[in-house]
Structure formats: structure tokens, C-alpha cells
């Protein structure tokens, strides 16, 4: 059984896979070295999340990572789904178009933002690795 392969009819199911297998890497990579970058339409975000903050804002970049806190408490992944909630208006779109790549309940994360309609002041700081088209 370790050295079947898989029939030829999956290979789509083949490239999904391997795909989910190698998609964190290549998620932290897309940024490079800055905390943000356009993929298409998508504004992906590297995050590093204070909890348990005195109010909810948006600071400073930390090297490749965009420091945001939140009042929320790390309880099983609550902060972040605070800090989605604190950050959809200020991109102007709704927490279902922002995705947590990784670090739900971590303090390092990466976000997926589609098509904002809003930047923040801070992303016009840094210079993107590829504007949208």
C-alpha cells in the first residue's frame, strides 16, 4: 500500500492536496519583507495581535508583521475573532471577507482581506510588492 499511486481520475484531489499541504509556507512567504502584499484583489496581512489591550487599535509595523490590539481576552481563538470585527470596517468590508491564513490562537497571523475598500494610513507607509490591478 505505501507505494500505490493514485489513480489518474484523482488528479485534481492530488493537486488540492498537495496544495493544503504546502500552502502555509508558501502564505508566509507571499509578504516577503514587508507586513503586507496584493495578491490580485487580496490584501494579505501579517499581524502580530496584542490581547487583553486597554482598547482596540491599529500600531505600529513591527519588521514584517503590522502590531494590532484588542480588549479581547486569548480564550480559545476570541481575540482574533475580535480583531476581525475591530478591523472589517477599517478595510470596509464584512469579517467574512477577512481570513485567517494562520495563528487563530497565536499572536503571530496572517490575514486575507478581499478586495478592501479602505486602507489604513500605516499600509500607505510601506511600499506594496504588487498593487491590484
Known sequence: MGNAKWPQADRQTQVRMVSLVKAPALARRITGDTFYAWDGEVLVLNILGKPAAARDAIGKVHGT????SVTAA??????TDHMLRFLAPLFGVRVADIEV?????????????????????VLGLASPQAAPA
Open 101 to 121: 491564513v494562520f495563528g487563530r490562537e497565536n499572536v503571530n497571523k496572517q490575514l486575507r482581506i478581499r478586495s478592501p475598500k479602505l486602507l489604513p494610513a
Open 74 to 79: 486569548p480564550e480559545a481563538g476570541r481575540a
Open 65 to 68: 508583521q503590522l502590531k494590532v
